[in-house]
């Protein structure tokens, strides 16, 4: 077994520790002030959740699994009202933890109910999708959806400890799995360009979580993630990159009502986040051009419907991005070069959908 540790600066630092067979390590994120553990899982996954819940055990906490829906369904505030009553039956103070384990969608969720209980207890989060590890459980976003849109509601708060065992992987959806290779590429667009080319010239490795470079393509975006979120924890400006191809995504996800996976939305995204650079005149032809055919290669999409626009465009206002009314998109002038877009027009945003509907 070889493990990896990439740290995670700033006011709370904490590792994510990478590896195969790496559960014992858990105990040592957790640290040993805490004494009951709750373990908030995606519900579908028994067979990961015991091993991690008898780990715990073994190491002297006592432990709580709290099954969660799986996906999406469980980043709804009645899910999380449902976490709040268990903590409180189980008299969870702030001496105790909560460990979530599962997909971006779990540790999401379990992050934001540590977050709120009791105004914040200790999170360690324990991902289980390629998604989870590269982005989700990295960097203390957290939070849920509502009606009105995709995390609305949530809080900044750092994990204390992040564990990727990269064997959970194997027994991944395959769409679910190149939904989290979005992300990945995401990182390599907007910092490290070696991730484009790993990709580039094995698509169909990089597709799979027994690829030749998998471990090498988590632990470059990892680094990508950390780097930022370090540096900018709250979203104050470098973070903002971290949202490339995020704008339309959300709305397509809201307009398909969270069932359309995060990371095939931040697939149309980037195209269209990178249609409307060259509109603008501040990304060359050969560089979107780029983006389609990487992104396509592992089987991500690049369109979406050509009557979608009236709708997404509305939902976009309320990117978190936004200032007041004003629009604000992150775009590319180069590759590895983010910057901003402000208050585009009107016509330049329907133009760069029409390069994209279809
Ligand atoms: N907080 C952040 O910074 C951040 C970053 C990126 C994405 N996200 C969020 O992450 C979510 C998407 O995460 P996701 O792509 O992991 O999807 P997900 O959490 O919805 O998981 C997808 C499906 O895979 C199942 N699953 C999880 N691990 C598995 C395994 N090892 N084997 C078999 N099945 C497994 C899940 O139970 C679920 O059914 C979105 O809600 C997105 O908004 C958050
Ligand atoms: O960590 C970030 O910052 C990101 O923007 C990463 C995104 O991949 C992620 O989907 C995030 O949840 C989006 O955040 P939001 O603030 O736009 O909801
Ligand atoms: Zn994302």
Known sequence: MTETRVHVGGADPYDVVIGTGVLGELPGLLGERVRTVAVVHAEGLPE??????GALEQAGYTVHALPVPDGEAAKEVGVLAGLWSRFAQLGMTRSDAVVGVGGGATTDLAGFAAASWLRGVKAVLVPTTLLGMVDAAVGGKTGINIPEGKNLVGAFHPPAGVLCDLA??????????????AEVIKAGFIADPVILDLVEADPEGAASPTGPHTRELVERAIRVKAEVVSADLKESGLREILNYGHTLAHAIE????????????????MVYAAELARLAGRLPQDVVDRHRKVISSVGLPVSYGADAWKELRATMTIDKKSRGATLRFVVLDAIAVPGRLEAPDEDLLAAAYQEVGR
């Open 48 to 53: 990961i959740a015991r091993p991690v819940c």
């Open 254 to 269: 809201k307009a398909e009502d969270y069932r359309f996976r995060h990371g095939h939305a931040v697939a149309i995204g």
């Open 168 to 181: 959970t992987l194997v027994t991944m959806p395959h769409d679910d799995y190149i939904s989290g290779l």
